[in-house]
């Protein structure tokens, strides 16, 4: 995670600052700006727009206000229903605070209304909740307005989108702070197994064993909806609209693959297939997700090609609900579980060696690791210290597409292959059917 300094580039003035300076100038006063004077000061707080108002915008928005001082300050969707009840929850939440509720004056629906959002004066901070389909556009839209942006993972759902992703962090690099929901890298437990490993308490990893096996999800349709809403509301198990279950729910654990072994890999093969989601109602045959995903992943290391197995699927209460990563290292082993706890592992001590057979690294908890991220992010603006993981992040979706496309070909694909790819999803959808966007009628 890079972060770096700036207080002196243009992007960087608070609108507050600025106003604030310029009544100064205005009253006869002389300002002498100083390293902080272009950032926000530490008692003002962010105004926190939405872009995506269903379950995670709901969730990052509560924890937003439970973690920071953020007010929030802007909704968009594309559909009114959901912006209202958002509006009513985050209202409600914010209130309990002390905190405004959601201006009425800043409630927009339709595709195209985030861009009405971005450039909103009480939006510093713009929170990407939406499909990640949309999400290099959305990012974009964001930082060349000038706000900072908290981007859910994945970063994208094609190549295309990840080289987008990883330009756009090039160009806004220490202008606006750029983070992607990869909690896990704030988590206690895991950074602290993270640690070891880099400091070699398992020595060279040469092997690592991964999975994510989960239920399956939610429906969202109801009848009497239109296709389009349908699929839309659906977008979980749309390919192109999600980038399949690899891409949008297992990115996690191929994320700590990457962080552990401080690199993302050369080559992966695999397979993948729907054995019991035969369809989804909404969702056309070739759009819709697989259900299971088994891929071997070959990482480059200074000690040679390690293999990296992983295996999930989104079963329907089939009994067995668990995701985590095993790295066998020459020294010792790692073991981490969604659930916690994650811990170093050694068989027996080695000759002077004074450790315990089983280390514990400290606590699991991702629903803190979410507020832990979220408070760095916020404390990062205020000081001037502008974060950028869109290259993390799109690394990390590049990792997953590359599986996607090795098991969807079912034959070897090298990372260079899938990067000079040109992959490209199309929707073939007429988003301007749901409304191009406008503000939302509290009536
Ligand atoms: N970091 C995590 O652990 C975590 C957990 C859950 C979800 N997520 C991510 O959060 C994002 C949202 O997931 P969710 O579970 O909230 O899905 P959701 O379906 O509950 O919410 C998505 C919202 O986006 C809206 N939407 C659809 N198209 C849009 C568009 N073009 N512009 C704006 N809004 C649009 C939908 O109407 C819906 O309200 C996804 O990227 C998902 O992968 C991250």
Redesign the pocket.
């Given at each position: 995670m890079k972060e770096k300094a700036n207080s002196t580039s243009d992007s960087s003035v608070s609108r507050r600052t600025f106003v604030k300076s310029s009544a100064a100038v205005g009253a006869g006063l002389l300002i002498v700006p100083s390293a902080t004077a272009f950032g926000y000061a530490a008692n003002s707080s962010l105004g926190l727009g939405i872009?995506?108002?269903?379950?995670?915008?709901n969730y990052d928005g509560g924890e937003f206000l439970n973690n920071t001082d953020v007010r929030v300050t802007a909704l968009?969707?594309?559909?009114e229903d959901?912006v209202l009840s958002t509006r009513a929850n985050l209202s409600k939440q914010s209130e309990a605070k002390g905190r405004p509720a959601v201006p009425e004056a800043n409630l927009f629906k339709g595709?195209k209304a985030?861009e009405k959002l971005v450039q909103s004066k009480d939006v510093d901070l713009v929170l990407v909740?939406?499909?990640?389909y949309?999400?290099p556009d959305?990012l974009e839209a964001a930082v060349s307005a000038g706000k900072h942006v908290y981007l859910?993972?994945?970063v994208a759902t094609d190549v295309t989108g990840c080289l987008k992703v990883k330009n756009i962090g090039k160009k806004y690099d220490g202008k606006v702070s750029m983070h992607v929901?990869?909690?896990k890298r704030y988590d206690v437990g895991y950074r602290g197994m993270v640690e070891r490993i880099h400091n070699g308490e398992i020595g060279d990893i040469v092997l690592g064993q991964t999975f994510y096996y989960t239920n399956d999800l939610g429906r969202?349709n109801k009848p009497g909806m239109s296709d389009l809403e349908a699929r839309?509301?659906n977008?979980?198990f749309d390919k192109a609209l999600s980038g399949d279950i690899l891409v949008?729910?297992n990115i996690?654990i191929l994320d700590v693959v990457n962080w552990a072994l401080k690199s993302h890999p050369i080559k992966a093969t695999g397979t993948t297939g729907r054995a019991l989601r035969k369809e989804v109602t909404g969702i056309p045959g070739d759009y819709l997700c697989n259900d299971h995903f088994i891929l071997t992943y070959t990482y480059q290391t200074s000690g040679g090609e390690v293999h990296i197995s992983f295996n999930s699927n989104q079963f329907k209460n089939r009994g067995y609900r668990q995701s985590g990563e095993r790295f066998f290292g020459t020294k010792g082993a790692s073991d981490s579980l969604q659930s916690g706890p994650a811990t170093i592992n050694y068989n027996q001590l080695e000759e002077g060696q004074k450790v315990a057979d089983k280390i514990d690294c400290g606590k699991v908890d991702l629903h803190a690791a979410v507020g832990t991220k979220m408070k760095a992010l916020v404390d990062g603006i205020k000081s001037g210290k502008f974060d950028n993981q869109c290259e993390m992040g799109a690394d990390t979706t590049l990792t997953v597409i590359l599986g996607r496309m090795a098991a969807y070909k079912g034959t070897e694909i090298s990372w260079d292959k899938m990067m000079k790819s040109n992959e490209k999803w199309d929707l073939k959808l007429n988003?301007d059917s749901l409304g191009a966007g406008g503000a939302v009628s509290m009536k």
């Open positions: 872009i995506g108002c269903g379950g995670r915008g968009m969707d594309v559909f959901r595709h985030y909740t939406s499909p990640p949309f999400h959305h859910e993972k994945p929901g990869l909690q969202q839309i509301r977008w979980v949008e729910q996690h988003l």
